[in-house]
């Protein structure tokens, strides 16, 4: 079966620096995706990971290790536009991506 | 345009009615995926089209619900006899490529604003 996991909700302060945790059990491997999702929007595309190692993307970063599963978003100097559900989705090469339930991020003044 | 669209935006019904989604993804992509999401809740996968055929339906709730692909573009989501259960966001997203392929970005899936619908 697919599973992901990933914490529920976290809060930081504006201008800190947050890392949201996802790992997972699928059978097969093709890539792993990262979404934020604004309340009331639909789902916007941030990173692709499929190598080991750490992809830099301004202030967003994603880091993948398959052979523990498990991967992070990272956001730096973190603004009150970020407050969002963020969401991990592998793609296992069988069928469609399997999607997380999301981590509700609230970043505070 | 250059995204992926659907219409309408929003819907009410009354119970047992029957109700069409339309999604046009984005020209070009091979693979289309319908969604729906609960308030509050994760994306639960519906079904998924490559081209004009549909590999992995398995996420259909029930008989109720159809969907149909034509020319590797349009996609309709039909539910009958509509239920308050049914209301929800349903969301549409097109991929490049589908899955099962050489991995990279190409299995990128970019969403609709979707359809917001209220079953009274």
């Known amino acids: 079966g697919q599973n992901i996991d990933q914490p529920t909700e976290m809060t930081a302060t504006e201008g800190a620096i947050v890392q949201i945790n996802c790992t997972y059990q699928t059978s097969g491997f093709n890539g792993l995706f990262w979404y934020q999702q604004h309340a009331g929007e639909a789902p916007t595309f941030l990173s692709y990971?499929?190598?080991?190692g750490l992809e830099e993307k301004g202030r967003f970063s994603s880091f993948l290790s398959r052979s523990k599963g498990y991967s992070y978003l990272l956001l730096k100097e973190l603004q009150m536009k970020d407050s969002a559900s963020y969401l991990c989705a592998v793609a296992s090469g069988y069928s469609t991506l399997t999607f997380g339930k999301g981590t509700m991020l609230l970043v505070s003044p | 345009g250059a995204g992926v669209s659907q219409s309408p935006s929003n819907k009410v019904t009354e119970k047992g009615k029957d109700v069409e989604l339309r999604c046009d993804p984005i020209s070009g992509h091979t693979a289309l995926y319908w969604y729906r999401q609960r308030l509050g809740q994760g994306l639960e996968f519906l079904i998924y089209f490559q081209g004009n055929s549909a590999p992995d339906k398995s996420g259909l709730p029930s008989d109720r619900f159809s969907a149909e692909r034509t020319g590797e573009s349009v996609s309709t989501l039909t539910i009958q006899r509509t239920q308050q259960e049914d209301s929800a966001v349903y969301l549409c997203?097109?991929?490049?490529?589908?899955?099962?392929?050489?991995?990279?970005?190409?299995?990128?899936?970019?969403f609709g604003p979707g359809t917001r619908l209220l079953v009274l």
């Open positions: 990971n499929v190598l080991d």
């Open positions: 997203a097109s991929s490049l490529e589908g899955a099962g392929g050489v991995p990279g970005k190409r299995e990128t899936q970019y």
